[in-house]
């Protein structure tokens, strides 16, 4: 597939994407979080493409994702409104604070933190320790 | 172009659809086992309390026929919760997997049954076994399973799956329901689904006397849920063995009954059948998302373990309920990068239309694993995403990220340059 993306073409191969992509949101919808950070390196490693039209795209990608998932965890009555009424503030409030913190950290620090911390909790479920 | 502003108010108009909070009655508390005529030498049963505040100690004390073995059963009558199995364990005398989707809401929100001390040995035994160890059969083994009966007669569904039906997404056909042997076996199993350790089902701490008096220290632990607990004890008077058979000899008391309270910010969830301080998924929730944003990427991910080993949430209601939390940041992500076009909707509708089928699917993966498997699944996907982090860090990626930001800047400027022209 070809798509245009501000006046450049990529050649697409919209295969492994859609494939990438099912295999992804199964995942993501089933323990659920969003997926981005298997969509972004999906996109830019497998398809080959910039980072500049992978950001936006893949966030449009997700959407459908978690909107799909979120209507059959409901479906299957996984939701639980007060929880939700718990984090839903939080996930907005964290939303305003983050950008303003963003701008004094470096994110490479910030990855290697992730990498050490989702290294612990993997292994921490893994039941390792 | 117009289309592309004619899709967002029809996704928040499915957004607002989609948050209208489901109306589901709540049982009133009818599964409570009804009391047996007192017979003549009955337990008595008294308790030293009649209200707890969000857990606490609670005294049991009767006196039973002498020389009898004294079961407490405990449990919450008012509140009810679902608990869910699914068998595809290949049955080792036919072979056959029989792919059954087992699903019951009746099942108390809390139970316990307490055996009397001597027992321990057996409980430590069934802790050995880790998760894998079998409620029914350490019922049997204790005795315990003739003071078993709450949970006994509740209404449980059973399906049978298939693969395309799973595909579907539904649960399958609704199987004829299961006589009352099948029904209770079955309830076995989702309790331990449900209530996980030995030690949540079992305790072993009622101390018999010589003469037939006992007393039972039993603490409701925290976080459990609110609202009406009933007591009852069984005494076992005397098993008489013929071959295979054994007759149980029993006697039941009257039922007692306590109420436990909770108070804000400590919630009863309906959904999940526990309690808990509204404070600490709050706080949680905001820390990962600031986080999750510094690093570039949604929190769920972090979030939904920590909730899971943190808190005594089912692995169904987590996910279900992080999930719509970060559809929000995600809608105003795609609002605001389509402001400035930068959005290829051809692409991003093209691998959403794979990822909505997958996002169907997913779902119902959640309500087949247990949380044991969820759990470790998980361990392997997060050790995948650390590697992918760890990438990301490493000189050659920076190199090539820092040129791709630049690039990146450079078409956004122009971007918001072309936007505010436009406007």
Redesign the interface.
Known sequence: MKVEFWGQEFEVNMWVGCTGGFLIAIMSSMFGFGGGPFMVPLMTVALRLPMYIVVGSSLLAIFFNTAMGTMRHMQFGNFDLILFLAMFPAAIIGGYIGPMIAKKVSPTVVKRIACAGLLLLGLNLLGVY | MNIRFRVLPA?AL??IL?FA??V?GEQPGTGAAPAATPAANAPTINIDKTSLNNGGDILVTGKAPAGSQIYVEVFSADKKV?ANRFDGKKDEKTGKIPYKFYITTDMPAFYKILVPKDMDGELVKAKADGSKWKYSEVLKKIGADAAYSAPAKIKIDNYQATIMASII?SRGTLLPEMDEKATKSESMKLAKGRFRSVGNLLGANVEVQADGSYSAKFKLPASQAPGKYNVTVTAVTDRIKEGDKETVKKVKSEVASFENKIAFPT??????GTS?N?LW??????????????????????????LV?LFP?PH???????????????????MN??KVK??????????????????????????MITLDQ??????????V??A??????TPGY?AN?KK??A??KE??K??EEAAKAKG
């Open positions: 996704l499915a957004m989609l909070p489901q589901r679902r997404g919630m009863y969830l309906n959904n999940a808990i509204l998924p709050f706080l949680l929730c905001l820390a990962i998302s600031i986080f999750g944003i510094l690093m570039g990427a949604g929190g769920g991910f972090i979030l939904n373990p920590i080993t949430l169904t209601i987590v996910a279900g309920t992080v999930m719509p939390t970060v559809l929000f940041a995600q809608a105003t992500g795609i990068y389509n930068f959005i290829n909707w051809k692409l991003g509708v093209g691998i959403g239309c794979a990822m909505l089928v997958g996002g169907f699917i997913g779902p119902k993966l959640t309500e969820f759990k470790f699944l998980f361990g392997w996907v997060l050790l995403l650390a992918l982090m760890f990438w990301q860090t920076l990220n791709e930001q690039i990146m078409f956004k122009r971007a």
